[in-house]
């Protein structure tokens, strides 16, 4: 199956690079590029990607305003975003506008592409030294949410497997209950911990000592 790629990124020079290193891959497909915010929205709209690799700074609309116009816009296109900063800040801020992964530019070359096929089968990618900069801001957080036992076993089991990258169908094959089962149990998860998206978990997961980034 190829995966539909559109790719944002204000410099040109680097977005040739990444065009070229993915149509060199037989199953990925670029089917569109720009070096704004109000453009890429236009391409995402006509040419309805699977993955939109996402610069964060750029001039005009960045890319926390595009992601976010994109939620309220209920597009189905995945997010990876893609920046030359790993600082905490610009990784939360996108994680709450709704990325499904966090990359970047130092590791573009080497793991742009496993970030890609992650983020197209649904898993929720971060490089290696993003996860570390998660990691270090959850230890130095208070708990500020409910403890584990909060969840009934298979509420727990669920939420350790959402929270490792597994989408719900996967979830339900690993543990032989039924898709919309995994989707009451996850909904349940939220509900009763006040999380509200897929990086929420996650972080919670990590944080309860229940799961490694």
Same mark, same amino acid.
């Given at each position: 199956?190829?995966? *539909?790629?559109?790719?944002?990124?204000?410099?040109?020079?680097?977005?040739?690079?990444?065009?070229?290193?993915?149509?060199?891959?037989?199953?990925?497909?670029?089917?569109?590029?720009?070096?704004?915010?109000?453009?890429?929205?236009?391409?995402?709209?006509?040419?309805?990607?699977?993955?939109?690799?996402?610069?964060?700074?750029?001039?005009?609309?960045?890319?926390?305003?595009v992601a976010q116009r994109l939620q309220r816009m209920n597009s189905p296109v995945k997010i990876l975003a893609l920046s030359?900063?790993?600082?905490?800040h610009f990784v939360q801020e996108m994680l709450k506008a709704g990325v499904?992964?966090?990359?970047?530019?130092?590791?573009?070359?080497?793991?742009?592409?496993?970030?890609?096929?992650?983020?197209?089968?649904?898993?929720?990618?971060?490089?290696?030294?993003?996860?570390?900069?998660?990691?270090?801001?959850?230890?130095?957080?208070?708990?500020?949410?409910?403890?584990?036992?909060?969840?009934?076993?298979?509420?727990?089991?669920?939420?350790?497997?959402?929270?490792?990258?597994?989408?719900?169908?996967?979830?339900?094959?690993?543990?032989?209950?039924?898709?919309?089962?995994?989707?009451?149990?996850?909904?349940?998860?939220?509900?009763?911990?006040?999380?509200?998206?897929?990086?929420?978990?996650? *972080?919670?997961?990590? *944080?309860?000592?229940?799961?490694?980034?």
């Amino acid at each position: 199956m190829t995966i *539909r790629v559109a790719l944002c990124d204000d410099h040109r020079m680097l977005r040739d690079a990444l065009t070229a290193m993915l149509v060199a891959e037989g199953d990925i497909e670029v089917v569109g590029t720009a070096s704004d915010g109000e453009a890429i929205l236009e391409v995402v709209r006509a040419q309805a990607p699977d993955v939109l690799v996402l610069d964060i700074s750029m001039d005009g609309m960045g890319g926390v305003e595009v992601a976010q116009r994109l939620q309220r816009m209920n597009s189905p296109v995945k997010i990876l975003a893609l920046s030359a900063y790993s600082d905490r800040h610009f990784v939360q801020e996108m994680l709450k506008a709704g990325v499904a992964g966090y990359l970047t530019k130092a590791g573009a070359t080497t793991d742009l592409i496993r970030a890609i096929r992650d983020t197209a089968a649904g898993k929720t990618y971060l490089s290696p030294d993003i996860a570390g900069v998660l990691v270090a801001s959850i230890v130095t957080e208070t708990p500020s949410v409910p403890p584990p036992a909060v969840l009934s076993p298979r509420e727990h089991q669920v939420l350790c497997l959402i929270a490792e990258g597994m989408r719900s169908i996967d979830v339900a094959e690993r543990i032989g209950i039924a898709v919309a089962t995994v989707e009451v149990h996850r909904r349940n998860v939220m509900r009763k911990l006040d999380l509200h998206n897929i990086a929420d978990l996650t *972080r919670y997961a990590v *944080r309860s000592g229940m799961t490694k980034l």
